[in-house]
């Protein structure tokens, strides 16, 4: 079976974690002495090489479900099973799971549904659901923009429930969309500002929800001074990095690793940004070693057929 923009994209956003994962917290101005280049073995969370996070197991739950049709309650379940039993964890061990996300997943075993189980407080910001958003590109990909923007919401509120996180995530969906669509990277920065924009300005969504999107929608981020880009686990910082990443880049490799030098949170950074480039660059652009190191490599590949077959993109 041939590949589809579903290989590159969860490649993408797999390797991307896993890059980030030794280095995961580590200041930007340590890493600049020694950079990350390549897939390396423990550091942090001492895990071998190539072994991906919490970011991309719940990408793969996501993705899972997805090949059945849209079903809130059985992406919840699979998180549970994620969290309570290590299902696509990379090797067992289930690590660097954030609080918001291991509370809304317990409340989830404990039978709340997936559409209470979230944080809806005003200041839950951290970037947990953008971290695990991207396979739904493919589900809303031939929707109106009303529904693409209340099917992301379902899906982030499982765990995130504030404008600022859910937003984020519906701009990344909303830029992959052009990408996928063939747009050039500069050209669907532009549309999806305006489409972004557009639709908020129309919305019952306050003022204050789309300022949440203000440097993305009103301004050019790659003009921006990197030292200007924080790389913190606020998803509204996340996806301004993401955005700058991809952006200063021209390949899959230098816009994740770009991502991961960048410090802090390092596997999420660069797992979204891993996602953009491996959704635009192909999964052919990735390097073959990388593809070949992640861990499960083979069964991330058969789900990627899956998702395609379901998806109607084969
Ligand atoms: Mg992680």
Same mark, same amino acid.
């Given at each position: 079976?041939?590949?589809?923009?579903?290989?590159?994209?969860?490649?993408?956003?797999?390797?991307?974690? +896993?890059? @980030? #994962?030794?280095?995961?917290?580590? %200041?930007?101005?340590?890493? *600049?002495?020694?950079?990350? !280049? &390549?897939? $390396?073995?423990?550091?942090?969370?001492?895990?071998?090489?190539?072994?991906?996070?919490?970011?991309?197991?719940?990408?793969?739950?996501?993705?899972?479900?997805?090949?059945?049709?849209?079903?809130?309650?059985?992406?919840?379940?699979?998180?549970?099973?994620?969290?309570?039993?290590?299902?696509?964890? +990379?090797? @067992? #061990?289930?690590?660097?799971?954030? %609080?918001?996300?291991?509370? *809304?997943?317990?409340?989830? !075993? &404990?039978? $709340?549904?997936?559409?209470?189980?979230?944080?809806?407080?005003?200041?839950?910001?951290?970037?947990?659901?953008?971290?695990?958003?991207?396979?739904?590109?493919?589900?809303?990909?031939?929707?109106?923009?009303?529904?693409?923007?209340?099917?992301?919401?379902?899906?982030?509120?499982?765990?995130?429930?504030?404008?600022?996180?859910?937003?984020?995530?519906?701009?990344?969906?909303?830029? *992959?969309?052009?990408?996928?669509?063939?747009?050039?990277?500069?050209?669907?920065?532009?549309?999806?500002?305006?489409?972004?924009?557009?639709?908020?300005?129309?919305?019952?969504?306050?003022?204050?929800?789309?300022?949440?999107?203000?440097?993305?929608?009103?301004?050019?981020?790659?003009?921006?001074?990197?030292?200007?880009?924080?790389?913190?686990?606020?998803?509204?910082?996340?996806?301004?990095?993401?955005?700058?990443?991809?952006?200063?880049?021209?390949?899959?490799?230098?816009?994740?690793?770009?991502?991961?030098?960048?410090?802090?949170?390092?596997?999420?950074?660069?797992?979204?940004?891993?996602?953009?480039?491996?959704?635009?660059?192909?999964?052919?652009?990735?390097?073959?070693?990388?593809?070949?190191?992640?861990?499960?490599?083979?069964?991330?590949?058969?789900?990627?057929?899956?998702?395609?077959?379901?998806?109607?993109?084969?």
């Amino acid at each position: 079976m041939k590949v589809t923009p579903v290989h590159g994209a969860l490649f993408g956003v797999a390797i991307g974690d +896993a890059l @980030g #994962v030794p280095v995961e917290m580590i %200041k930007r101005d340590v890493l *600049a002495q020694d950079p990350v !280049r &390549d897939l $390396v073995g423990y550091k942090q969370h001492n895990q071998p090489a190539g072994t991906f996070s919490d970011d991309s197991s719940l990408t793969f739950c996501l993705a899972e479900s997805l090949c059945n049709g849209y079903d809130l309650h059985d992406v919840g379940e699979r998180f549970v099973k994620y969290f309570f039993e290590a299902y696509w964890t +990379a090797g @067992g #061990v289930v690590f660097g799971v954030g %609080k918001t996300t291991e509370i *809304a997943i317990t409340k989830l !075993r &404990d039978g $709340v549904s997936p559409a209470d189980s979230g944080n809806y407080d005003e200041g839950c910001s951290g970037n947990g659901s953008l971290m695990r958003i991207l396979p739904l590109l493919f589900y809303v990909m031939d929707f109106e923009i009303e529904k693409r923007y209340e099917i992301t919401r379902e899906v982030a509120c499982i765990t995130h429930g504030s404008m600022q996180t859910i937003l984020p995530c519906f701009y990344y969906l909303e830029f *992959a969309l052009e990408l996928l669509q063939g747009s050039q990277k500069q050209m669907a920065y532009d549309n999806t500002a305006k489409t972004v924009a557009d639709f908020l300005a129309g919305s019952s969504l306050g003022e204050q929800a789309r300022n949440v999107l203000t440097p993305l929608l009103f301004e050019d981020i790659t003009k921006r001074s990197s030292a200007s880009i924080l790389t913190t686990h606020q998803a509204v910082l996340t996806i301004q990095a993401a955005m700058y990443c991809f952006m200063q880049t021209d390949n899959y490799s230098d816009a994740v690793l770009m991502a991961v030098n960048m410090g802090d949170d390092t596997d999420t950074t660069a797992a979204v940004t891993g996602g953009l480039a491996g959704l635009y660059y192909g999964f052919e652009s990735i390097p073959e070693k990388w593809r070949k190191e992640i861990k499960r490599s083979n069964e991330i590949h058969d789900l990627c057929d899956r998702l395609s077959k379901a998806m109607g993109l084969t």
